[in-house]
């Protein structure tokens, strides 16, 4: 007998259940690559009426996720509006909001109503089973299974996107396992009569079911929040409905991508056997300054000019150009400025997938990193992932299209990791690499996986991702007491938490018994933490590739004149292939992934070195040459000499336009 089973999200699976024999498993993507173990039984086309009302369900419920942000983004807008004028044309914007929320609510309503009410299928992952549960609510997307261990992203570097999927765990255990403690919590504190009916109603009276983060102040934000939250309107507080809240008002996640993390002081760039302390040149891209006309490919006649595009480049014409003066069109000059981040973080590296971000804005972000000049994206842009390109582009049109690239949540990722944090993690291992010529290299908390052009390196930071700072919060309880504690009783009651501290009140007496310890003050910040140090976070950061160490040859950084002058020579040995061109796979650029638990810090990219660096040693050249190098970059230029261009021709003998030293010493003191 055939049970019918469907998924409100994306798909319909038909199973057939089998007698004594052993189960048969197969593997089934699901939404963003999520991966399911169904039992035995054939996956069947979904019926076309079904089909259709599927659509128009899910556009239906991608209204109202945009109703929800537009909501909140009123919201915000009132709270910080200051002058009466901000407020009302807020609260107008407010009211609207509302009026559409409530229009685009009642139109998914009216879907499920014409629907044949399917049951939702709710896989168990690591129990190889599956249950059936009640319909997901309409007009908000369903939080991931509680079990569901794997996350789905791209990773966008020069040769095209890779699509990364992973298998998070925290000590074995799937990773949004560590968020039951704080569910568990909101569900009490829900339930404050204790009849075994967590209401919201019971919710929203409790400052410590939002972690203090929720504050309502009149019947109609209430009545907002409350449908914002309250999916299955019943009034009562779901598991899965808690979950979304709290990463709503906490804006944290169970697991989120983000851009890099910066660590800082300076790093050691090893570049062709040298050594150099290079602040951000290990960073600095120097492809999109010399490729003109933005094909992807430095080519003869571009080499020949980098002398002058560098040169542009130089915002306070001092003759040296900055990592800073790079990344940014006008930067001013650092030098003497101590503070240098050793990892360049972009805003373009990274793409998670999944229900919350919609094809178009994918296909947005792609095409800001790939569109070629006429605003295409093509499968020149995807040197590193050819075959990617081939599975998205359907109509083989040779460009991708916005309702091309829902398949990057189905096609087989390019890279599969399987990542175990925590105390007593296992690690990272690498379970596909589906890229060929790649060679791997691997220990127990880094893989790095080279491609042509790409060295891809994944960090696990291993440990327990508690706020470094924690052994300080006893001070805090402390420092609270000393400042409120009028009677000097030791504790905190509501005649001495008054005005805008009579709210912690009932947030920091965690027994509920009027009075408020130290240590209370302790736990209850703890808590607030919790959420973000039991958040998983997949950190990706470029460190660029070797041309400006290649063309540092003085190694301290920054680029002289001379330097920018001979860039053309400098550049030649990249051209691996003697064509005259220097494509991206002739320049290995450096990404990382950082997966880190909570609040562990992780510092990537920053090669050890044994023994400490030689300081340059310092120039003999006579007193009036020091003093006109300006600069401090070793050579007295045209514009830094300060007699006539005829002086300056006769000491430089070898007519490089530059005087150096062995020049100025020859000339006499």
Do not use: C
Not at 152 to 163: A, D, I, K, N, Y
Not at 301 to 328: C, F, H, M, W
Not at 523 to 533: K, L, Y
């Amino acid at each position: 007998m055939a049970t019918r089973l469907l998924f409100l999200t994306t798909i319909v699976v038909w199973m057939t259940t089998a007698k004594a024999e052993e189960p048969q498993t197969k593997r089934v993507t699901v939404n963003a690559g999520t991966r399911a173990i169904i039992g035995k039984g054939p996956i069947k086309p979904l019926p076309p009426g079904q089909a259709d009302q599927l659509k128009r369900l899910a556009k239906a419920q991608g209204d109202v996720a945009k109703a929800i942000k537009e909501l909140s983004e009123a919201q915000r807008k009132l709270v910080q509006a200051s002058s009466p004028d901000e407020k009302k044309k807020a609260q107008l914007e407010l009211t609207a909001a509302k009026l559409v929320l409530d229009k685009a609510q009642k139109a998914v309503e009216a879907e499920l109503k014409t629907a044949q009410t399917p049951q939702v299928l709710r896989v168990n992952a690591s129990a190889g089973g599956a249950r059936i549960a009640t319909p997901t609510a309409g007009g908000v997307k369903p939080v991931k299974d509680f079990d569901d261990p794997m996350e789905r992203f791209l990773v966008l570097t020069p040769g095209g996107p890779l699509v990364v999927e992973v298998e998070l765990t925290v000590e074995g255990k799937p990773f949004r396992h560590l968020r039951k403690s704080i569910i568990d919590r909101m569900m009490s504190y829900a339930d404050s009569d204790k009849d075994g009916k967590p209401t919201w109603e019971e919710a929203f009276a409790s400052s410590r079911f939002s972690l203090g983060r929720l504050r309502i102040n009149s019947d109609s934000q209430k009545a907002t929040y409350l449908k914002l939250y309250d999916t299955n309107h019943n009034g009562l507080v779901e598991r899965d409905e808690a979950r979304r809240a709290l990463t709503h008002f906490t804006r944290a996640d169970a697991f989120t991508v983000g851009y890099g993390q910066v660590a800082y002081g300076r790093p050691i760039v090893l570049s062709d056997g040298r050594v150099s302390t290079g602040g951000l040149s290990g960073n600095v891209d120097l492809v999109p300054v010399l490729d003109v006309d933005r094909d992807g490919i430095v080519s003869e006649s571009e080499i020949a000019a980098a002398g002058e595009r560098l040169k542009s480049r130089d915002a306070d014409d001092n003759d040296l150009l900055y990592p800073q003066e790079v990344l940014t069109n006008s930067a001013t000059n650092q030098q003497g400025t101590r503070y240098v981040p050793t990892t360049q973080t972009s805003r373009n590296l990274t793409i998670s997938l999944g229900p919350s971000i919609t094809d178009e804005q994918v296909f947005r972000m792609l095409q800001t990193v790939y569109k070629n000049s006429d605003g295409d994206i093509t499968i020149e842009r995807f040197s590193l992932a050819k075959d990617l390109f081939q599975k998205l582009d359907a109509n083989k049109n040779g460009k991708l299209e916005s309702e091309e690239v829902s398949k990057l949540g189905d096609v087989e990722p390019q890279i599969a990791f399987s990542v175990d944090l925590g105390s007593k993690g296992k690690g990272i291992q690498i379970q596909q690499a589906s890229l060929k010529t790649e060679t791997k290299t691997q220990t127990d908390d880094v893989v790095s996986i080279e491609f042509p052009g790409l060295i891809l390196k994944t960090h696990v930071k291993l440990g327990s991702g508690e706020y470094p700072y924690n052994n300080n919060l006893g001070n805090l309880g402390d420092s609270y007491l000393n400042r409120y504690d009028k009677d000097n009783n030791g504790y905190l009651d509501k005649d001495e938490l008054t005005g805008p501290y009579a709210r912690y009140l009932e947030m920091w007496d965690q027994n509920s018994d009027g009075k408020v310890f130290p240590k209370e003050i302790v736990e209850s910040f703890q808590q607030m933490r919790e959420p973000q140090a039991k958040q998983v976070r997949a950190m990706v950061s470029r460190h660029g590739n070797s041309l400006f160490q290649a063309l540092d040859q003085s190694g301290d950084g920054r680029l002289s004149l001379r330097e920018m002058r001979t860039a053309s020579v400098q550049l030649k040995p990249f051209d691996k292939n003697k064509d005259g061109k220097i494509t991206a796979t002739e320049i290995p650029e450096t990404i990382n992934i950082n997966f880190v638990l909570g609040f562990g810090y992780l510092q990537t990219g920053r090669p050890v070195q044994s023994t400490p660096l030689a300081t340059p040693p310092k120039s003999d050249a006579p007193d009036w040459f020091t003093r006109m190098d300006r600069n401090g970059d070793g050579d007295v230029t045209l514009k830094e000499f300060l007699g006539d261009k005829k002086q300056f021709q006769s000491l430089d003998a070898n007519q490089d336009g530059f005087i150096e030293p062995k020049e100025a010493n020859a000339a006499g003191k």
